[in-house]
């Protein structure tokens, strides 16, 4: 079983993960998951936190010579802007966070719970989801995420170029669109306002066969969709087609499935066809060989320049909300943190499909359960 645990609070001296179940023989690239978090930090919009940290992060254990030894794994960021115990208590709580109802629910004041609550956790998430993603390239699985819009403004991907993501200010596919973008963030920015978006990813090189249809709980599309929404912010997460499945009748929604014969050994798909793919790769819960996409609706960060109406937790009488340095928009973040948390759970499903202490193990695993796949199907009906 491969999981992690992450602690630490926004203003504190460092941020920690543990990561149990990752198999050995994995070489980590530090460099990789630095530029991880070097890109999670960028994107139009960020405030002036992102100037302040350079996460760079630190391996305390589970590596010998640089590659996993399959116990658990120690991931920590320090936080360069530590002040945690200079912060005063916020007087008023901000509408849309955490304030009211964690101070009530722990029974402590407003900042023991926003320093945790902060989206400044979602750099470790980062930098488990790049580990992650040293596994699934070492068996061909890539994750790739991107802005498909933000602020309202529609942002159609034109190709999966990884080059034009990365030199595209806001992190999207379509540089045409790029400059009305920024417009609108600048004036969200004059406003005093904030934006949200959406985000895609998209996994490709899956085998068929991660996650199952026999219990809730393990199927893979439950399981993106409690990791993505566990993320700060993230209101919507939708699979495939998602909310437009139900605007259409069956036919226009269902996936045909066609049969090449001749098809090489390795094919994942064993020959089988679709012309589309409406179900974003995964049906009963499982991945059925097609890419998988995931789509993450982020909400506008409710930490407001102009502030919002609130109440003086003393007095109760009204006062404008706190305001926490915060950003106008870190939907380009999101698209970062969306693509590497849906990384890790795709190499949990690897992992607990394909059983093995080792990268070599998986590999093997892996060999074995496709000649097996491969083998019924040619005996189909034969039995």
């Not at 009963?284 to 909400?299: D, E, L, Q, W, Y």
Request: proline share 5%; hydrophobic share 40%; glycine share 10%.
């Amino acid at each position: 079983m491969l999981r992690y645990l992450t602690a630490g609070e926004s203003h504190g001296p460092a941020l920690t993960a543990i990561v149990e179940g990752f198999p050995s023989g994995v070489t980590i690239d530090a460099a990789f998951i630095n530029h991880e978090l070097k890109r999670r930090q960028g994107g139009y919009g960020r405030g002036k936190r992102q100037t302040l940290e350079t996460d760079l992060v630190i391996v305390d254990s589970g590596t010998f010579h640089g590659v996993t030894t399959g116990a658990p794994i120690t991931l920590r960021l320090i936080n360069n802007d530590a002040k945690l115990e200079r912060l005063q208590e916020p007087s008023s709580p901000r509408g849309g966070h955490i304030d009211l109802a964690g101070a009530i629910n722990y029974q402590t004041g407003i900042r023991q719970v926003l320093e945790r609550a902060s989206a400044r956790e979602t750099a470790l998430r980062v930098a488990v989801g790049a580990l992650a993603k040293l596994l699934l390239r070492a068996i061909e699985i890539q994750v790739f995420g991107y802005v498909r819009e933000l602020g309202g403004i529609e942002a159609v991907p034109l190709s999966l170029d990884e080059a034009i993501r990365d030199a595209s200010p806001v992190y999207t596919l379509n540089p045409s669109v790029d400059a009305a973008i920024v417009a609108a963030i600048d004036a969200a920015r004059e406003a005093g306002d904030t934006l949200g978006g959406i985000t895609e990813t998209i996994v490709t090189g899956c085998p068929i066969g991660l996650g199952s249809h026999a219990q809730w709980d393990r199927k893979l599309d439950a399981r993106l969709a409690l990791a993505v929404m566990s993320i700060q912010a993230i209101k919507g997460v939708e699979i495939g087609l998602g909310i437009e499945a139900a605007k259409r009748p069956g036919s226009k929604v269902m996936d045909p499935i066609a049969f090449e014969a001749g098809f090489p050994e390795d094919d994942r798909l064993f020959g089988f066809r679709r012309p589309t793919n409406n179900a974003g790769g995964i049906e009963g819960g499982t991945s059925n060989g097609m890419p998988i996409v995931v789509r993450a609706a982020k909400k506008p960060i409710s930490t407001l320049a102009s502030r919002g109406p609130s109440v003086n937790m003393t007095t109760k009488s009204p006062q404008p909300a706190a305001y926490e340095r915060s950003d106008v928009c870190a939907v380009p973040a999101a698209s970062v943190i969306v693509e590497n948390v849906i990384a890790f759970e795709i190499a949990a499903a690897v992992v607990e499909k394909y059983v093995g202490t080792s990268l070599d193990a998986i590999r093997a695993s892996m060999r074995a359960i496709h000649e097996l796949d491969r083998a019924r199907l040619e005996r189909w009906g034969a039995e």
